[in-house]
T-cell receptor, first 114, second 114 residues
Framework: GDSVTQMEGPVTLSEEAFLTINCTYTATGYPSLFWYVQYPGEGLQLLLKATKADDKGSNKGFEATYRKETTSFHLEKGSVQVSDSAVYFCALYILTGGGNKLTFGTGTQLKVEL | DAGITQSPRHKVTETGTPVTLRCHQTENHRYMYWYRQDPGHGLRLIHYSYGVKDTDKGEVSDGYSVSRSKTEDFLLTLESATSSQTSVYFC?????????????FGEGSWLTVV
């Protein structure tokens, strides 16, 4: 079946450091890919998405490129801030016969320190 | 923000009692979902709906039932709550469209079964 694998956390960085959170996927079809962010006590917010190979999603300084050849969608940010501390979820979406469903990775907690 | 309201937001209940969580949307989206979030598992799909009175099981549906009698409401029922159902429950909505469609999440319902 479809699945998403993320690097385990927590990831701890100093402010202004470079961030990479790895995400790879397995899918029977041709999925769209998403990154969601969850701040403490809140729901999930869409961070960015990409719908086809080589697309780059970007938002708030974060970006990720849909790599079909390596089945990856790694999240990157050039300079993290304390306010970026959250849990990040990679997800894939495939339209099925019964409806469209998201499959999530287990999440990666990011802690950014001064 | 997508118009999704979950209720109750927090609930403590005893083992063996029935519990119903409600998700209400104002977006008139066709698809609605219930996920549960647990440490180490990310988000897992419980049930989803692709229209009024049209529902299907997700990957962790045992012990849960759902109903959707109108477009805007999707109810999740635990017929006889168990401690393993202590979790955070998220409702989500989306609409049928291109592969660029997005799923939006509610704020979550924290359920504790004692």
């Amino acid at each position: 079946g479809d699945s998403v694998t993320q690097m385990e956390g927590p990831v701890t960085l100093s402010e202004e450091a470079f961030l990479t959170i790895n995400c790879t996927y397995t899918a029977t079809g041709y999925p769209s890919l998403f990154w969601y962010v969850q701040y403490p006590g809140e729901g999930l917010q869409l961070l960015l998405k990409a719908t086809k190979a080589d697309d780059k999603g970007s938002n708030k300084g974060f970006e990720a490129t849909y790599r079909k050849e390596t089945t990856s969608f790694h999240l990157e940010k050039g300079s993290v801030q304390v306010s970026d501390s959250a849990v990040y979820f990679c997800a894939l979406y495939i339209l099925t016969g019964g409806g469209n469903k998201l499959t999530f990775g287990t999440g990666t907690q990011l802690k950014v320190e001064l | 923000d997508a118009g999704i309201t979950q209720s109750p937001r927090h609930k403590v209940t005893e083992t063996g009692t029935p519990v119903t969580l409600r998700c209400h949307q104002t977006e008139n989206h066709r698809y609605m979902y219930w996920y549960r979030q647990d440490p180490g598992h990310g988000l897992r799909l419980i049930h989803y709906s692709y229209g009024v009175k049209d529902t299907d099981k997700g990957e962790v549906s045992d012990g849960y039932s759902v109903s959707r009698s109108k477009t805007e409401d999707f109810l999740l029922t635990l017929e006889s709550a168990t401690s393993s159902q202590t979790s955070v429950y998220f409702c989500a909505i989306s609409d049928l469209g291109s592969s660029g469609n997005t799923i939006y999440f509610g704020e979550g319902s924290w359920l504790t079964v004692v």
